[in-house]
């Protein structure tokens, strides 16, 4: 089965330059989230779009932005960058309330 | 401070010994997931259990849920060294909020 699809893996920036990260949901998902794990930390939420609009906000950076496509795919912009910007990126994707979220395997940025 | 607080933040048991993780919200949800992740891999969603259920099952997992005490316990039966990895709860909360927030996690090692 198709689950969400996330590129790059892995992405080497320096500090003050912009990286953007894809994601592509599940077919028929209806939302799409942004996710960001630090080392040894647990998820935090960024962001999400329901239907190609933006649902939710978490803790995001003024310097973080982010859209969904008319193809449902989305992007994670990052302009910027900062050394603690460095984290491993996530995108889920889920079918509205009280279903699962299937996330992708995330993209690693390190930032030097 | 996070929605949802994990018990004990680490856990060591035997090959065949069970293992129970607990986690403790702040406010109201639609539903509990349990997700598990791999080192620097991605979240696997285990199981949902929705606010009026009480109790839930598959396969070697059991999770029950306290509304009253906002609370949940995840129990992983008759463990394999296969099942070392961090668990993470994650309340989905009420209202038209679409975002999961998740817990600090527990590091269960299983010896073989």
């Known amino acids: 089965a198709a689950g969400v699809i996330q590129s790059p893996r892995h992405l080497i920036k320096e500090k003050r330059e912009t990286a953007t990260l894809k994601c592509y949901p599940i077919p028929r998902h209806d939302t799409v989230y942004w996710y960001q794990q630090g080392p040894g930390q647990d998820p935090q939420f960024l962001i999400s779009f329901y239907e190609k609009m933006q649902s939710d906000k978490g803790s995001i950076p003024d310097r973080f932005s982010a859209q969904q496509f008319s193809d449902y795919h989305s992007e994670l912009n990052m302009s910027s960058l900062e050394l603690g910007d460095s984290a491993l990126y996530f995108c889920?994707?889920?079918?509205?309330?009280?279903?699962?979220?299937?996330f992708g395997s995330g993209t690693r940025l390190t930032v030097v | 401070s996070q929605q949802g607080e994990e018990d004990p933040q680490a856990l060591s048991i035997q090959e065949g010994e069970n293992a129970t993780m607990n986690c403790s919200y702040k406010?109201?949800?639609?539903?509990l997931q349990w997700y598990r992740q791999n080192s620097g891999r991605g979240l696997v969603h285990l199981i949902l259990i929705r606010s009026n259920e009480r109790e839930k099952h598959s396969g070697r997992l059991r999770v029950t849920l306290d509304t009253s005490k906002k609370s949940s316990s995840l129990l992983i039966t008759a463990s394999r060294a296969a099942d070392t990895a961090s668990y993470f709860c994650?309340?989905?909360?009420?209202?038209?909020?679409?975002?999961?927030?998740f817990g600090s996690g527990t590091q269960l090692t299983v010896l073989p």
């Open positions: 889920a994707s889920s079918l509205t309330f009280n279903y699962g979220y299937t």
């Open positions: 406010t109201s949800i639609n539903n």
């Open positions: 994650a309340t989905d909360p009420s209202g038209s909020a679409r975002q999961l927030t």
